[in-house]
């Protein structure tokens, strides 16, 4: 089982900046799609990101487009979230997920999970 390791969250106000770490303990990380997803609570998990394993292909969640980034440095088995122009709506538990796939949007195409970081942007 791959183990996910989230870091970088905290609190921000409203159009302030965040950037989430996620390390992966598979020495194989450059197979795998990686995915960032978040939930706030009584809401369900939504999609945020997701990178392929080549770098070159990423999606994004309608809210996040323009404002947030992915991206990952397979050197160092590590997937980052840039989150600019942060709104209170951004405000939740974030989570980083590894896929087989080759691009996953879904939250049921990951296979494993990290624990969380959250995420709490003032107004």
Known sequence: QVQLVESGGGVVQAGGSLRLSCA????????YTMGWFRQAPGNE???????????SNTRYGDSVKGR??????????TVYLQMNSLKPEDTGVYYCALS????????????????????????
């Open 24 to 31: 992966a303990s598979t020495p194989v990380f450059s197979w």
């Open 45 to 55: 998990r939504e999609f945020v990101a997701a990178i392929s394993r080549s770098v």
């Open 68 to 77: 947030f980034t992915i991206s990952r440095d397979n050197a160092k088995n």
């Open 100 to 123: 087989g796939a080759t691009m996953a949007t879904g939250p049921r195409e990951y296979n494993s999970w990290g624990q969380g970081t959250q995420v709490t942007v003032s107004s």
